[in-house]
């Protein structure tokens, strides 16, 4: 069974920090893009950050600066460090993986951030 474990949501008071990471299981290959998208109550699912197997990057503009996305090919994984979090990032963040032919999405992680 296709899983991506994502971790490390949780709430945090604004100007604080969090890590999200996700786990890809070993049945799924040749991973090209990992990322993280989020949806807050009532909006749409966007872009928060994607990492190519090449190590392109690209980041929302609400978050250039704050977060850094990051990846350990070897162990799987994606990593999202999040800084200066304000309550405008308060959502449900999604890993996403890819390749040319398939799309696989995690089961999303709470990030709650109060003022």
């Known amino acids: 069974q296709v899983q991506l474990v994502e971790s490390g949501g949780g709430a945090v008071q604004a100007g604080g920090s969090l890590r999200l990471s996700c786990l890809a299981s070993r049945n799924i290959f040749r991973i090209d893009t990992m990322g993280w998208y989020r949806q807050a109550p009532g909006e749409q699912r966007e872009l928060v950050a994607t990492?190519?197997?090449?190590?392109?990057?690209n980041y929302a503009d609400s978050v250039k600066g704050r977060f850094t996305i990051s990846r350990d090919s070897a162990k799987r994984t994606v990593y999202l460090q999040m800084d200066s979090l304000n309550p405008e990032d308060t959502a449900i963040y999604y890993c996403?993986?890819?390749?040319?032919?398939?799309?696989?999405w995690g089961q999303g992680t709470q990030v709650t951030v109060s003022s």
């Open positions: 996403r993986v890819s390749s040319a032919s398939w799309i696989h």
């Open positions: 990492i190519t197997s090449g190590g392109s990057i």
